[in-house]
């Protein structure tokens, strides 16, 4: 089947991955700046990806949220072992169409579930703010928060639309840091090409470090 790289303008698709674990993440191809194949792309590379983590271990898919944007991978969340994390870099790196990898995952043994619920009390502000604001093409944001630490993905329209929903994302009270991931419409790492499967995939072959 092959799809139109023209732009998509309006919503279009809305698919979501879920799981009867007690993780359960959600992935949307709803959004204005990427091409349909580039969005079915980022979808398929999440949902390899999940599966990935699934397999090598329940509790790090669980404790693992992900973002797909144009093959740019994020993962936050929290982890017992530093091994964890690098395994769970390790695997991005196998799954086809990843060409960047920005690994947030904390390591800690602490879990806790109010601190799990302010996070989302966070993103759900956050999002409500940009939501709100008429200057913003919301659609091209996604909003994760880690340990009150809100994180910016997606596709800017311009640095002044940037600068305002970075700002939306500081006027919470609740957010201790605000980290910005969204790529301006015009940057060129936007059109890089994926790396290579095969050269992340060998046995022996350590993975490439973190693309912060």
């Not at 043994?109 to 919301?138: F, P, Y």
């Not at 630490?149 to 305002?164: C, F, H, K, P, S």
Request: glycine share 4%; hydrophobic share 40%.
């Amino acid at each position: 089947m092959k799809f139109s790289r023209r732009l998509i303008t309006a919503p279009l698709v809305a698919l979501a991955l879920s799981s009867s674990l007690s993780g359960c993440i959600g992935v949307s191809l709803v959004t204005q700046e990427r091409s349909l194949s580039s969005a079915v792309d980022d979808f398929n590379a999440q949902t390899q990806l999940n599966a990935r983590l699934l397999g090598e271990s329940p509790s790090l898919f669980a404790n693992t949220n992900l973002t797909v944007i144009e093959g740019r991978v994020h993962m936050s969340g929290t982890v017992p072992t530093n091994e964890d994390r690098l395994t769970a870099t390790r695997l991005a790196w196998a799954t086809p169409h990843v060409k960047e990898i920005v690994n947030d995952l904390e390591v800690t043994d602490a879990t806790n579930i109010a601190d799990a619920a302010r996070d989302r009390w966070i993103s759900a502000q956050v999002r409500g703010r940009i939501l709100t604001d008429r200057t913003i093409h919301d659609v091209n944001y996604t909003i994760d928060t880690q340990n009150k630490v809100v994180y910016i993905l997606g596709i800017a329209q311009n640095q002044t639309e940037l600068d305002r929903v970075v700002a939306h994302a500081h006027a919470v009270p609740e957010a201790r840091r605000v980290v910005n991931y969204a790529l301006l419409k015009s940057d060129p790492r936007r059109f890089a090409q994926p790396r290579s499967r095969e050269e992340f995939e060998g046995a022996d072959a350590p993975p490439p470090p973190d693309l912060r």
